[in-house]
């Protein structure tokens, strides 16, 4: 069982930056991936970015590359999603999630483990 808290949202204006924790807990397994991934209103949840919690291999979405860094603190059990250059559309509820699958994956049904999110609003 991974136990995950997210926190860093806010109310931003459209260029400036913003950076998510999460910190995790609980039983962590060699082939732990932890992702975040966000909802915004009336639409799907989809998949921002992914890192290899042991390797620290990382992978993004199309929308995010460039413009978020996602990195992770082994000491601190942290991950991190540093988020540059906002826009209107990074609006949304930002969740910390983690699987065992041992690759990278954009699916958000193969995350099992779940925060209970945080909001981003980008102003205009």
């Known amino acids: 069982q991974v136990q995950l808290v997210e926190s860093g949202g806010g109310l931003v204006q459209a260029g400036d930056s913003l950076r998510l924790s999460c910190a995790a807990s609980?039983?962590?397994?060699?082939?732990?991936?932890v992702g975040w991934l966000r909802q915004a209103p009336g639409k799907e949840r989809e998949f921002v970015a992914s890192?290899?919690?042991?390797?620290?291999?990382?992978y993004y979405a199309d929308s995010a590359k460039g413009r978020f860094t996602i990195s992770r603190d082994n000491s601190k059990s942290t991950v991190y999603l540093q988020m540059n250059s906002l826009k209107p559309e990074d609006t949304a509820v930002y969740y910390c999630a983690a699987h065992q699958l041992g690759t990278h994956s954009v699916r958000t049904n193969v995350y099992v483990f779940w925060g209970q999110g945080t909001q981003v609003t980008v102003s205009s």
């Open positions: 609980g039983r962590a397994s060699s082939n732990d991936y």
């Open positions: 890192v290899d919690w042991n390797g620290g291999s990382t």
